[in-house]
């Protein structure tokens, strides 16, 4: 008997610009299990295949890129996400400030050259802004929705 595991990770791009992205992942375990009995009798051989196959998924986490260049961003970008998904917001500056999520009220320190993220489910439907707490720099919108 030999069983076969296999685990793959599948991923989307939902939106994609030079300086921003979603990305929405899921993981999907599947499992095969194949039994191949030994020949029976001395004149006749019987094979028999069983194939058991199960898929685990589990949760989505849309993923937020955005690249902050000169301290903003070239556009201000709306971000979809799904109402009770995981996201992870990775901010990438080349200045110090601080990350804030206006609605969940969600904040997070960025260096000059070293990436900030915030994790969190997005369980409060509606559009909130991104930005940059100290200098008010928007730069971006999160939309969660069914």
């Known amino acids: 008997m ?3 595991l296999a685990l ?3 991923a989307a791009a939902c939106t994609a610009t030079s300086d ?3 990305t929405t992942t899921a993981l999907t375990t599947t499992t095969t299990a194949t039994t191949t009995p030994a020949a ?3 004149t006749g051989t019987t094979t028999t295949v069983e194939t058991t196959t199960t898929t685990t998924t589990g949760p989505l986490v849309t993923v937020v890129d955005i690249v902050l260049v000169g301290g903003t961003v070239d556009r201000v970008d709306r971000f979809d996400v799904p109402l009770d998904g995981a996201v992870r917001l990775t901010v ?3 200045v110090s400030d601080e990350i804030h ?3 969940y009220d969600l904040h997070a320190d960025v260096t000059a050259g070293t990436g900030a993220v915030v994790e969190f489910d997005a369980t409060i439907p509606g559009v ?3 930005e940059l707490e ?3 720099v928007l730069i971006g919108e999160l939309q969660v929705a069914p």
């Open 128 to 130: 909130f802004e991104i």
């Open 92 to 94: 990438t500056a080349d």
């Open 20 to 22: 921003s992205s979603t």
């Open 101 to 103: 999520l206006h609605g």
């Open 40 to 42: 029976t009798g001395p």
């Open 134 to 136: 100290g200098s008010g």
């Open 8 to 10: 793959s990770l599948l």
């Open 2 to 4: 030999s069983i076969l």
